[in-house]
């Protein structure tokens, strides 16, 4: 299955979920605000690629396990 961008904020929900993280604890890892991380996680917002990536890094996933 192609990645699929829309699947982002379910599987960004879930691996905060997992790794017993808020959105306040990502927004500070990554640097943006504990807003945006909410709206991606509701899917009002699509994340750049630049943040993309470093979320990806701050979970430590890939960006396709993200998306996919």
Do not use: C, W
Request: aromatic share 4%; glycine share 6%.
């Amino acid at each position: 299955k192609m990645a699929d961008i829309n699947n982002f904020g379910r599987n960004l929900f879930i691996m905060l979920h997992d790794k017993k993280m808020t959105t306040i604890d990502l927004a500070n890892k990554v640097g943006i605000t504990r807003q945006a991380i909410s709206a991606y996680t509701s899917g009002k917002r699509k994340p750049s690629s630049d943040a993309l990536i470093a979320i990806s890094n701050a979970l430590g996933v890939t960006v396709d396990e993200l998306v996919r």
